[in-house]
């Protein structure tokens, strides 16, 4: 009875934890969805935001806008297209690591032009403005050469394997067409012997005394047995036939 009490015991502890345990599981991965929306959310409103500031106001504050958002663009765009390559082809892991460095500086370059659009001397962001727009487009360049060669690669996979299939395809297809290919026999006029409607032919005459030992297999691809000719009847010899000692010796027939 004690056992008992202990075992079920332990299954009620057994069943809170897994319950404890499954709540803070879902509790989780409900704060990282809500916190996935707001990141995306505030991203948008970001970028909406940098495309109003460069088409809407001229000058310094305008061309800061245009700095970021082409940042922005060329930054999510490249890792949007890593992450969905490197879960096909491991390879692009490389590549993977690479970004992370390179995003490093683009974020820093991000925080830097976000600090200068509250920057009250229009003067001194004016004067920095050439070395912020040759590092953003370092940046960009890098960041679109490494998007555009995952993309050239996993294309030319994508034609190796469509000429390969291809080639498959010509191959069946040709074997499916079997038929309109003539046999060296046929193209040069001679009627085939194993045409259709056309009967076994019958088997040689055997040539000696072992031919006699055909196989079953042979006898049952031949004709009807031919008919022998009849062969004429001769009375035997009398004085061929061997005599016994213990046969009679026949009398000579007499005349009255």
């Known amino acids: 009875m004690t056992a008992a009490i202990t075992i079920l ?47 809407g106001q001229p000058g310094v504050a305008g061309e800061l806008a245009q700095l970021r958002l082409a940042l922005r663009t060329s930054m999510r765009a490249t890792q949007d297209a890593l992450h969905a390559g490197v879960a096909e082809d491991a390879s692009l892991a490389e590549s993977v690591g690479l970004f992370r460095r390179l995003s490093a500086h683009g974020l820093e370059l991000d925080d830097e032009l976000k600090r200068l659009e509250r920057e009250p001397d229009r003067a001194t962001v004016a004067g920095l403005l050439p070395k912020l727009r040759e590092r953003t487009q370092r940046i960009t360049h890098s960041a679109d050469s490494l998007r555009w060669a995952a993309r050239d690669r996993a294309r030319q996979f994508a034609d190796d394997d469509l000429d390969a299939l291809n080639a498959q395809i010509d191959i069946e297809a040709g074997a499916l067409r079997h038929w309109t290919v003539d046999e060296p026999s046929q193209a040069s006029g001679a009627p085939s012997s194993h045409g259709p409607g056309t009967d076994w032919p019958e088997p040689a005459a055997p040539a000696g005394p072992s031919a006699g030992n055909s196989s079953t297999a042979d006898e049952a691809w031949a004709g009807p047995a031919r008919e022998e000719s009849p062969q004429a009847i001769t009375a035997p010899d009398p004085r061929s036939r061997t005599t016994y000692p213990w046969q009679k010796s026949t009398r000579p027939e007499t005349t009255n």
């Open 9 to 55: 015991a332990l299954l009620f502890v057994a069943f809170i934890a897994l319950g404890v345990f499954v709540t803070v599981k879902a509790v989780g991965a409900a704060k990282r969805g809500v916190d996935r929306t707001i990141t995306q959310a505030r991203r948008h409103v970001e970028d909406t935001t940098l495309r109003a500031k460069s088409f």
